[in-house]
Each structure stands twice: as C-alpha cells, then as structure tokens.
C-alpha cells in the first residue's frame, strides 16, 4: 500500500476499534453496526490504496498501461500543433489507483493544469478537467501522459519531476480515488487494445513505437 493511505485509513480503523470497545461495553446494538460499518469503510479507502507489485514486459518496443482500468477511447488528434494517437483509460473507485510509466525514458517536462471536475468518462474531460501532464522521452520517441481528476478525484499526486531517468512501468504517482489517464503517442504508434479492453498498469501492453 501507498503511504498516502495511511492517513485516510488508520483513522478510521482507530475510530471503528473505538466505537467498538465503547459499544460492547454499553452493550448498544447499535454502536456495534455503526463500528462494523466503520471498519468496512476503512477496509474500502485502504484498499483505494493498494500497489501491487506488476511483472513489466520485457520488450524494449513495448508501451505498457499507466493506469488500471478500462480503455474507454482511441483517437487520433493533435497535441500542441503535433498529430498523435490518443488512448484514454478510465480508472474506477475499485482499480488501484498508482500510475506508471508507459515507456523508459527522462521525464522532459511537467505540467499542472487546473480545470473543471466533470465525469472523467467523458472525451471533454481531456482537455477541460484539472490534470498533471507529463512527457517521456526514451529511445521509443516521446510519450506524453495525462493524470485527469474526475467528479470523486480531487487530488492528483505525482513523486517525480523534469530531468527524472524512468525504467518503464516505474511508479510516478497517482490519482486519489479513481479518475483518468490519457497516453498520447506518435501517429506511428501501434495500439494492440480496443474500447471496452481491461488494462493493469505496468503489465498490459497498450501498443508499440520505436525500434529495438
């Protein structure tokens, strides 16, 4: 589990292990649901936080899901006055929430722009939701990936900055409670999932680009 859990969910074990003792001790019925319900909520926002450890593919052409979820768009379109080829993925309440990167490389910029808080399914929330950008350029070319806070998503987290060396499927941050992440590729990039696809972050393959 991510540290940043800790302190949405030790609280509330605490709290529910207290609501507990108090209610055995007054015999109230309940107190005692009210500390099982505690105790769910605490199992639930603990699990929001779970990291995984992820098997990264080996092939150097290989570039794999930031995020787990569902691949909810492909689009081609352009990205500062450059065509590239677009995947979206939709990352549930229930998915693990770290994000990675797709390709290895240097982080050549980072970017935190602040915008609206809409329904992160959707294909405006790409460019008027706030979002942490961030561009990965390795021997594949450059990668640009959108972290996307959504309607529950509020906090986007990111542990690394520009000039950062990544390994592929590294853990770069991540996206409190569920959002979406965008990858945007060259138009030479060749996508292997379609919509509707599930996709694990540092393990499935999205497509390839690049050589050996």
């Given at each position: 589990?991510?540290?940043?859990?800790?302190?949405?969910?030790?609280?509330?074990?605490?709290?529910?292990?207290?609501?507990?003792g108090?209610?055995?001790?007054?015999?109230?019925?309940?107190?005692?649901?009210?500390?099982?319900?505690?105790?769910?909520?605490?199992?639930?926002?603990?699990?929001?936080?779970?990291?995984?450890?992820?098997?990264v593919?080996?092939?150097?052409?290989?570039?794999?899901?930031?995020?787990?979820?569902?691949?909810?768009?492909?689009?081609?379109?352009?990205?500062?006055?450059?065509?590239?080829?677009?995947?979206?993925?939709?990352?549930?309440?229930?998915d693990?929430?770290?994000?990675?990167?797709?390709?290895?490389?240097?982080?050549?910029?980072?970017?935190?722009?602040?915008?609206?808080?809409?329904?992160?399914?959707r294909a405006?929330?790409?460019?008027?939701?706030?979002?942490?950008?961030?561009?990965v350029e390795?021997?594949?070319g450059?990668v640009?990936?959108?972290?996307?806070?959504?309607v529950?998503?509020?906090?986007i987290?990111?542990?690394?900055?520009?000039g950062?060396?990544l390994?592929?499927?590294?853990?770069?941050?991540?996206?409190?409670?569920?959002?979406?992440?965008?990858v945007?590729a060259?138009p030479?990039?060749?996508?292997?999932?379609?919509?509707?696809?599930?996709?694990?972050?540092?393990?499935?393959?999205?497509?390839t680009?690049?050589?050996?």
């Open positions: 589990m991510v540290k940043e859990g800790y302190g949405y969910g030790l609280p509330l074990v605490l709290i529910a292990g207290g609501v507990a108090f209610g055995y001790r007054q015999r109230s019925l309940y107190l005692l649901l009210l500390a099982l319900l505690l105790a769910l909520l605490s199992f639930l926002v603990l699990n929001f936080f779970r990291d995984p450890e992820r098997t593919p080996s092939d150097p052409r290989a570039i794999v899901s930031p995020a787990d979820g569902r691949i909810v768009e492909l689009q081609e379109e352009e990205y500062e006055g450059q065509p590239v080829r677009r995947v979206s993925i939709f990352m549930s309440p229930l693990v929430h770290v994000n990675r990167s797709p390709i290895a490389g240097r982080i050549t910029s980072v970017e935190y722009r602040k915008g609206a808080f809409r329904m992160a399914a405006s929330a790409s460019l008027s939701n706030e979002q942490n950008v961030f561009a390795g021997a594949q450059l640009v990936v959108k972290q996307i806070a959504g529950l998503a509020r906090r987290v990111f542990w690394k900055r520009a950062d060396s390994e592929r499927g590294e853990r770069v941050g991540m996206i409190k409670f569920g959002s979406r992440v965008d945007l060259a030479t990039a060749q996508w292997q999932v379609r919509v509707g696809d599930r996709v694990r972050a540092g393990s499935s393959v999205l497509g680009t690049g050589s050996d």
